[in-house]
């Protein structure tokens, strides 16, 4: 019954292959995220899709490319892999909630448990 | 330009004492400030979501402080456990259109018996 899960878990590959990491999550959430840790362990967001729109798209080549068949989906496509996109890449999902007091949006993302992917 | 420092870097502490990681943000304009622990090679999981109204929240031995006049947070850990033993990451949501989240570093955070 895991939340958020991700496959595979390990992916070696060599340099300009194309490889698809696949995310999906049970917790009813609409929006979902992919996030790309590197060797400095700061976790960069890459995108989020919300009822199927990318709301966010960060400076991602467009060698990445995400895809949602529906909304406990989103799949990471990486084409021509480079040795520079080796790290760690994190789905997440979250349900967006509006606080009186907030101001804004305080929905906790909850993180699957990651993709190691290493570029050879 | 929208950043969040934490400090220290990394932690040691022995099993039972008390720590306190810091965190300092200039985002602006400010929405929440969240803590999250992420155990070696797992996701982080969500400890604390503070607005800025709230000055503190707890969240069992996790304390969190937030001081939105002077941009600081803390994460206090009480009687830690060896399990404690993770990277504990501070990130600040932006009042922006997409309500970014802006992650620090992390503090690497080891407990030794």
């Known amino acids: 019954d895991t939340a958020v899960s991700q496959t595979p878990k390990y992916l070696v590959t060599q340099m300009g292959n194309d490889k698809s990491i696949k995310c999906e999550q049970n917790l009813g959430h609409d929006t979902m995220y992919w996030y790309k840790q590197d060797s400095k362990k700061f976790l960069k967001i890459m995108f989020s899709y919300n009822n199927k729109e990318l709301i966010i798209n960060e400076t991602v080549p467009n060698r990445f490319s995400p895809k949602s068949p529906d909304k406990a989906h989103l799949n990471l496509h990486i084409n021509s892999l480079e040795l520079g996109d080796s790290a760690v890449y994190f789905c997440?999902?979250?349900?967006?909630?509006?606080?009186?007091?907030?101001?804004?949006?305080?929905?906790?993302?909850?993180f699957g448990p990651g993709t190691r992917l290493t570029v050879l | 330009k929208n950043q969040v420092e934490q400090s220290p870097q990394s932690l040691i502490i022995l099993e039972g004492k008390n720590c306190t990681l810091q965190?300092?943000?200039?985002?602006?304009?400010?929405?929440?400030l969240r803590w999250y622990k992420q155990d070696t090679g797992r996701g982080p999981v969500s400890l604390t979501i503070?607005?800025?109204s709230e000055n503190t929240k707890s969240n069992g031995r996790y304390t969190a402080t937030l001081d939105a006049d002077t941009k600081q947070s803390s994460l206090h850990i009480t009687a830690s456990q060896l399990s404690d033993s993770a990277s504990y990451i501070c990130?600040?949501?932006?009042?922006?259109?997409?309500?970014?989240?802006?992650w620090g570093a992390g503090t690497k955070l080891i407990i030794k018996p």
């Open positions: 965190c300092n943000y200039t985002v602006s304009p400010f929405s929440n």
């Open positions: 503070m607005t800025f």
């Open positions: 990130v600040v949501s932006a009042r922006d259109s997409n309500y970014q989240l802006i």
């Open positions: 997440a999902s979250s349900s967006p909630r509006r606080g009186l007091a907030s101001r804004g949006r305080t929905d906790t993302q909850y």
